[in-house]
């Protein structure tokens, strides 16, 4: 099992020339500064900035996609809880250093940066991802944000499809008493009909329960066609 202080560092030598050009560069480490400066959101063009032993608790929502051209970023030793999802849409961030910040859990947008290379964590009280992915390296790393983000919305899909079901079951109980109560009256007359309240239910509606009545009484039904047949 490798130790955490050298759990996915590797630079390459690309980003070694990159941090020799003071063009693309900003070093604010150590400067006690509390917040990012709005003018370091300005600086589109930079590629590597250091933010080392500050006390900045976030980042801003806009920060990814301000610095879009962002490379290496070092923030290292500040107050951080957490990171921005946006940055799941940056495309050009290789090397991330977040040693030392109270981060908990890392973002499952940042499964979603394909160009990152290099992650430090160490020194982060991390819950998730767990330490045995937290072992196995950056690529596990993004592939359980990743996973962890489908997961969420398969429970999402899944809560949905349950409160469809609850709806659906109650209008197709309501419809199925209003037919069994017509069914015992010889003459079946309008003001009757409309006194149950059906008429205010749209006649695609009642035909759309009509056929998920059936498929009940034919224990075929399935939550996909609930979706697809009650909520077009």
């Known amino acids: ?38 003018s370091v959101l300005n600086m589109t063009h930079l590629k590597s900035l250091y933010l080392e032993g500050n006390e900045i608790r976030s980042l801003p929502e806009r920060f990814f996609s301000s610095l879009s051209s962002l490379v290496w970023l070092d923030v290292r030793n500040n107050r951080l809880t957490g990171l921005p999802a946006a940055i799941g849409q940056h495309r050009c961030l290789k090397t991330l250093l977040l040693e030392g910040n109270p981060i908990s859990a890392l973002p499952p947008e940042l499964g979603h940066v394909i160009s990152l ?44 499809c349950r409160c469809v079901c609850v709806c659906v079951c109650v209008c197709v109980c309501h419809l199925w008493l209003c037919i069994k109560r017509m069914a015992c009256l010889k003459n079946s007359s309008l003001p009757w009909f409309c006194s149950t309240g059906v008429r205010s239910v749209p006649l695609e509606t009642l035909v759309k329960l009509s056929w998920i009545l059936a498929l009940l009484r034919k224990r075929s039904i399935t939550p996909d066609a609930i979706i697809s047949h009650s909520l077009d």
């Open 1 to 38: 099992m490798r130790d955490m202080s050298e759990l996915h560092l590797s630079l390459d030598c690309e980003e070694e020339d990159e941090k020799s050009s003071s063009a693309d560069m900003l070093y604010l480490s150590r400067r006690a500064l509390k917040n990012i400066p709005a």
């Open 117 to 160: 290379k290099a992650l430090s964590l160490r020194k982060c009280p991390l819950t998730s991802p767990p330490r045995d992915v937290l072992d196995r390296g950056l690529p596990s790393i993004l592939r359980y944000l990743r996973s962890s983000q489908l997961g969420e919305g398969e429970r999402n899909l899944r809560a949905r």
